[in-house]
Every structure is written in C-alpha cells, then in structure tokens.
C-alpha cells in the first residue's frame, strides 16, 4: 500500500514504530550492561540484546529506505524554510539510522572481536584486526552519531509538536500508527 497524500501507508508507520522502539531498546541495553561487572554473564546477555537490536535496526532501516523510495511521501506541510529544514533532518536521521548499525559492527570487526545476534550465531570477523580503526569508530559510533541522534531527535519531535500544537496540520497525525489524519 502506498502513501497517500494525507497519511504515510501502514508499512511505513510499522516501520517508523518499530525502529524507534528498537533504537530505544539498544540504547536501554547497552546503558543496562553497565550495571554488571566485567566477568558477569548479565553483562553480555545485555550487549547481545543491544547488538541483536542494532542489526535489527540496520536491516529494518535499509528495507524503510527502499520502501519509502517506492511507495511516496504524504504532502509535506510548513513553510518555504519548515520544509527544506525537515527533509535535511529526515535524511540525516536515515542516515544515522544506517551509520550507527554499520559503525558498531565495523567497530566489532576491527577489534577482532564476534558478534553474537540473537543467541543464535555469530558474525565472525571477515577484516584484519585493527584496534586503532577500531577506536575511531568506536568514536564515531559511541560519541558522534548518539549525539547527533540525539540533537536530530529533539528537532524531529519538536518539529511533530509544532506543527500538531501550533500550527495545527496533519503533519503528526501522518506518522501515528492510530486515529484518523483530518
């Protein structure tokens, strides 16, 4: 089902949903995992969790992408500097949505390490162990883009808010996975 002018279709609403959840969830994980000591199976039952969800997200996020592509986008309301301002965050938040996964798993890879997802295997590592790499993107992926998602956040949710409070359109109502767009 396509988007239609007024509402983004079901898929992409599931989708939006779902990955947010997910990216919640990683985050919960891994902010969970350091409550344990270091030798505490706990504390890697959580990292599986946060890996597990981040591959998840990555994997989602490519099929959001590819079905957003085909499917259409509903109007998009505001003004001549809203509109420009809210495609800019949406595709950086696609972006980090796909940089974040990819930097953590490379992160993984370089410092030689596996990564158990879902308890049921592990992605072995297919590049030469490089801990300095390793430590750039564990940089970029731990400082950079959670902050960036972070600022990328408020202004999406600020933006929903504004434009459902205060300017009043259907620009929120779009994206809910409930209710009715006007």
Sequence with gaps: MAS???????????????????ILFAWGSVELHEFYEKDDPMRGWWMVLHFSLGFSVLLLGLFRLYWRATHGRPTLHGSAFQKPVSLLVQSLMYIIMLGMPLTGLL???FAGRDTTLFWLFDLPSFVTKNIDLAKQLAFLHKEFLWNALLVLLVLHIGGALWHHLIIKDNTLRQMLPFGKTK
Excluded: G
């Design 107 to 109: 992160m993984r890879q």
């Design 4 to 22: 239609t002018p007024n509402s983004w279709s079901k898929s992409i609403k599931t989708l939006h949903w779902l990955i947010a959840f997910f």
